[in-house]
């Protein structure tokens, strides 16, 4: 019987995760891509996991974007129908700490991932998990015709990730597309990005687990959807008729402000009383606003956001407040 297989990069991350649900949905069988590290980083996906002994349809594979033979084994072993290329050094404000490591996995790792593919496996369809952050101070709304202004080491990379797949579609015939993904949210975001950071600090300290939060720029305008949604998209790119570049966004810009005072409202928490600024948060390069006009990919594939902003922030809200209920619960037996 023979099963269709997708390799998953990222596959650990938020958007990976929804993706392996997804894959795993349609049929596949997911090979994914991960670091070997002293610690484990696999939370997200434990509930898809099974026991390798048991011929799950979820299978882990060792291998880092900074090394291609690793790459290489990778894809001969999942001799894959789909490559989604979702790994990177994501983290904006970090990327400036590191530019070079960010260069180098967000940016030249995208580039191992397509050369393994046009040299083992070239009839793969392959995506790239790109960034509205490439648009930078480009005014919104950003569409796929926008000229690009990346502001970040990690944007640059970005940009780089994203030509790298228009020229090895263009050069080599390969299926490559991009997904030119807007800010994306939910539970499984990690606690350094700032809508993660503002709904578990706002439920401990509702809690009296935690006295204050502090963040950097509030006046930030950003396009946010929840991830889940982002990952059908992909998933409805990757495997659409033909390759292309699409913008996946909401159509809705909100500021940083905006959100945490939805917060900190649906806890009755007035925010001004537990927020400080702190400069360490501040980007050398501030990207002030994003707002993406997806009608490309709404018209051409049919995608739709599911989750409205104001269901994100209660779905995220309500995800956390378990989170810090559990973590009370715990401090107090200790």
């Known amino acids: ?35 070997r590290s002293s610690s484990f980083s696999t939370g997200r996906i434990d509930h898809l996991y099974t026991d390798p002994h048991s011929n799950g349809m979820l299978e882990l594979v060792y291998g880092d974007l900074s090394d291609y033979s690793s790459i290489v084994n990778f894809v001969t072993k999942a001799n894959p129908e789909l490559f989604i290329n979702c790994a990177a050094m994501s983290h904006v ?20 991932c397509l050369e393994a593919i046009k040299n083992h496996s070239p009839n793969t369809h392959f995506i790239q998990a ?39 579609r263009e050069s080599y015939g390969i299926f490559a597309s991009n997904a030119i993904s807007f800010n994306h949210e939910g539970p499984r975001r990690l606690e350094t990005f700032v809508t993660r950071k503002i709904t578990m600090a706002a439920a401990r300290i509702k809690l009296g687990l935690q006295g204050k939060l502090y963040l950097g720029n509030l006046d930030a305008q950003r396009d946010w959807g929840f991830a889940g949604d982002t990952a059908e998209a992909i998933y409805k790119i990757v495997t659409a008729d033909k390759p292309s570049d699409y913008v996946v966004a909401t159509g809705e810009m909100h500021s940083v402000r905006e959100f945490l005072e939805k917060v900190f409202e649906k806890l009755n928490l007035n925010w001004q009383d537990y927020v400080e600024f702190d400069a360490r948060y501040l980007r050398p ?30 779905m995220m809200v309500d995800s956390d407040m378990k989170l810090a209920e ?9």
């Not at 970090?94 to 191992?112: A, H, N, Q, W």
Request: proline residues 5%.
């Open 1 to 35: 019987m023979n099963v269709k297989t997708a390799c998953l990069t990222g596959i650990t991350g938020q958007t990976g995760s929804y993706l392996a649900e997804i894959l795993l949905r349609e049929g596949y069988k997911v090979f994914g891509l991960v670091r």
């Open 285 to 314: 390069a501030e990207v002030d606003a994003l707002c993406g006009d997806s009608t490309k990919l709404r018209t051409e594939l049919g995608w739709q956001p599911k989750v409205s902003f104001d269901e994100l922030v209660e």
């Open 93 to 112: 404000r970090v990327s400036f700490d590191v530019p070079e490591y960010t260069l180098d996995i967000t940016g030249t790792g995208t580039v191992r």
């Open 130 to 168: 790109s960034s509205s952050e490439m648009f930078g101070s480009s005014p919104p709304p950003q569409n796929e015709l926008t000229l690009f202004h990346p502001r970040s080491p990690y944007a640059v990379a970005k940009l780089s990730s994203y030509w790298t797949t228009v020229n090895y």
């Open 326 to 334: 559990i973590e009370k619960t715990c401090k107090k037996l200790k």
